[in-house]
């Protein structure tokens, strides 16, 4: 069996265009490297950061990066999808067919993709502020009710 794989098209400048974190690229063409015909490639966090010596949040990032860029899709925990413009293929036919399948919004060579991907890490980016603005005030709430309650203690005697 070949390892030769085709792909219908060559990404490599939409992929420099993206500036994606230097770990995202890693895992990218890890992940690429062993994933199936047709870009299935069943793997865990753990395992991809032991392969290239990353830290899980490192792992994390870059996955969430990747899924930002539409370039790889989690399916589920241990099994990932790696965009039909990207994932090898057995013949280039095959290649072809799976492109021509996909939808107009999972497409790297879509007008404004690079800028879809520089709006998803902002707005990703804002929604984690937000999250980090949430737990903040609940901590500070909590801190509050904290001292509230120690003030409002007598001593018994």
Same mark, same amino acid.
């Given at each position: =069996? ?8 060559n ?7 993206l500036? $994606? ?5 890693? %895992?990218?063409?890890?992940l &690429?490297s $062993?994933?199936e ?5 069943l793997?865990? !966090?753990a395992?991809? #950061?032991? $392969?290239l ?5 490192? %792992? ?6 990747l899924?930002?860029?539409?370039? %790889? @899709?989690?399916? @589920?925990? #241990?099994?990932?999808q790696i965009?039909p =413009?990207?994932?090898?293929y ?11 399948e =996909? ?8 007008? #404004? ?13 804002? !929604?984690l502020a937000? !999250? &980090? ?11 509050a ?10 001593? %018994?005697g």
């Amino acid at each position: =069996m070949s390892t030769l794989r085709f792909a219908a098209v060559n990404a490599d400048g939409l992929l420099s265009d993206l500036d $994606l974190p230097p770990a995202a690229y890693r %895992v990218l063409l890890k992940l &690429r490297s $062993l994933s199936e015909p047709g870009g299935r490639i069943l793997i865990d !966090q753990a395992t991809i #950061g032991g $392969l290239l010596e990353l830290s899980r949040p490192s %792992v994390n990032a870059a996955l969430r990066s990747l899924e930002l860029a539409k370039l %790889v @899709r989690k399916v @589920r925990n #241990g099994v990932y999808q790696i965009n039909p =413009m990207l994932a090898g293929y057995n013949s280039f036919e095959d290649a072809v067919a799976a492109v021509n399948e =996909m939808s107009a919004d999972e497409r790297l060579d879509a007008r #404004g993709y690079v800028a879809s991907y520089h709006q998803a890490v902002a707005e990703y980016q804002d !929604q984690l502020a937000e !999250q &980090r603005k949430k737990r903040a005030a609940v901590a500070a709430a909590k801190k509050a009710a904290e001292s509230k309650r120690r003030r409002t203690l007598h001593a %018994v005697g």
